[in-house]
């Protein structure tokens, strides 16, 4: 009789659990854009566009670095459905562009990126390489310092009444 109830409770809480389980969503990705990552243009495009493969919240944030490392003014950014749009101010550099991304998915998550495109005909200059992006231990090492230590003192709280108890019991 025991064994039949513990059954049935088991498979009682595994349709409970598998039913209970909403649809998994996943972020936004870049799909496509013009121009393309790793392409070489004859001009400096004077719009970018970023296609992901869902619909985009606003606000969209865009920035283009030219070739000699100065930040390009970029105006007019619309995310419409999948796309994001944006005006880029022609600089007329020789060189490698760098467009990094952030845009908010429709699940609500953020999903930030970096493209890149050369431009082969325009004034020659020094090309400034972007710096590397840090890991995400290295951005976060101080959240992680003080979340270990937080557990550490949670622990050595939560043991020490039991220390206590045990000291007592000897005596």
Do not use: C
């Not at 990094?100 to 998915?105: D, I």
């Not at 939560?158 to 220390?163: Q, S, T, W």
């Amino acid at each position: 009789m025991r064994k039949d109830v513990l059954i049935r409770g088991i498979l009682v809480g595994l349709v409970l659990l598998v039913a209970g389980a909403g649809p998994a969503s996943a972020h936004a990705a870049l799909v496509g854009s013009d121009p393309a990552d790793g392409s070489t243009q004859t001009s400096a495009p004077t719009t970018v566009t970023l296609t992901f493969n869902e619909p985009i919240g606003n606000p969209a944030y865009l920035a283009v670095t030219a070739p000699d490392g100065t930040k390009l003014s970029v105006t007019d950014i619309r995310a419409v459905d999948q796309e994001v749009t944006a005006t880029v101010a022609d600089v007329d550099q020789k060189g490698r562009y760098s467009a990094a991304y952030r845009v908010v998915s429709a699940d609500g998550h953020p999903v930030a990126g970096t493209l890149t495109y050369d431009v082969s005909a325009g004034r020659a200059v020094t090309q400034v390489e972007a710096p590397q992006e840090q890991s995400f231990f290295h951005r976060h090492s101080n959240h992680l310092f003080w979340g270990i230590l937080a557990a550490v003192v949670a622990v050595a709280l939560l043991l020490a009444p039991l220390r206590r108890r045990d000291d007592a019991d000897r005596a």
